[in-house]
């Protein structure tokens, strides 16, 4: 049982990298999400997709580009990393049922120096 | 817009003793759904317990309960019996009901077991 999978876990950029974070879930699961966790700041959305082929802006989504490449995968991108960027990164995934909790990945440790 | 606010950023508690961890959030909704999330050292989010909010009453899981005010939009979690293992971060979060809906987290309060 895989569940949410994330990829790396840890990544350290120097300013201006680029780099995608990927995830995929078997859960079969339409609604995806990807959150950053910032100390002192709780867990803040980034983008989500409510099924294959939509995407939408969460509370931080500057800097950041989704690519939700089918069911199953919802990749963040980082085109020009800066130090803001220094964070923890989550994807989570959530099934329709009315009620239903979500699921998250173990989380990408990034730095940007 | 709803958000979800957590005051005690941290807490402590001797082993076998019970702790209540608060929070409040604010929303306008009717239909909504409360969670408790974990979050120990190794980073995993892991749901701890969740409230409906139609339900009048509280949801408990083993020695995790919660105590649900609707009116004052406070959610607070207790848990009885703490043991080492429960030494870590928890999120109190809120989701709008319907399909898409994403969780809003609070700031978490960082909760510390002593033997």
């Known amino acids: 049982n895989a569940g949410v999978t994330q990829t790396p876990k840890f990544q350290v950029l120097k300013t201006g990298q680029s780099m995608t974070l990927q995830c995929a879930q078997d859960?079969?699961?339409?609604?995806m999400y990807w959150y950053r966790q910032d100390p002192g700041m709780g867990l803040r959305l980034i983008y989500y997709?409510?099924?294959?082929?939509?995407?939408d802006k969460g509370e931080v989504p500057n800097g950041y580009n989704v690519s939700r490449l089918n069911k199953r995968e919802f990749s963040l991108r980082l085109e020009s990393a800066a130090p803001s960027q220094t964070s923890v990164y989550f994807c989570?995934?959530?099934?329709?049922?009315?009620?239903?909790?979500?699921?998250f990945g173990q989380g990408t440790r990034l730095t940007v120096v | 817009a709803q958000t979800v606010t957590q005051s005690q950023p941290e807490m402590s508690v001797q082993e076998a003793e019970t702790v209540t961890l608060s929070c409040t959030y604010d929303?306008?909704?009717?239909?909504?759904?409360l969670f408790w999330y974990k979050q120990p050292p190794s980073r995993q989010m892991i749901l701890v317990i969740r409230?409906?909010?139609?339900?009048?009453q509280n949801a408990t899981e083993n020695r995790f309960s919660v105590n649900f005010q609707k009116a004052a939009k406070s959610f607070s979690l207790k848990i009885s019996d703490s043991q080492l293992g429960d030494a870590a971060m928890y999120f109190c979060?809120?989701?709008?009901?319907?399909?898409?809906?994403?969780?809003?987290f609070g700031t978490g309060t960082l909760l510390a077991v002593q033997p």
């Open positions: 997709s409510a099924s294959e082929g939509t995407t």
């Open positions: 929303t306008s909704e009717s239909d909504y759904y």
């Open positions: 979060a809120y989701r709008r009901g319907g399909a898409t809906n994403k969780l809003i």
């Open positions: 989570a995934s959530r099934g329709d049922r009315v009620g239903t909790e979500a699921f």
């Open positions: 409230q409906e909010a139609y339900k009048q």
């Open positions: 859960m079969n699961h339409n609604s």
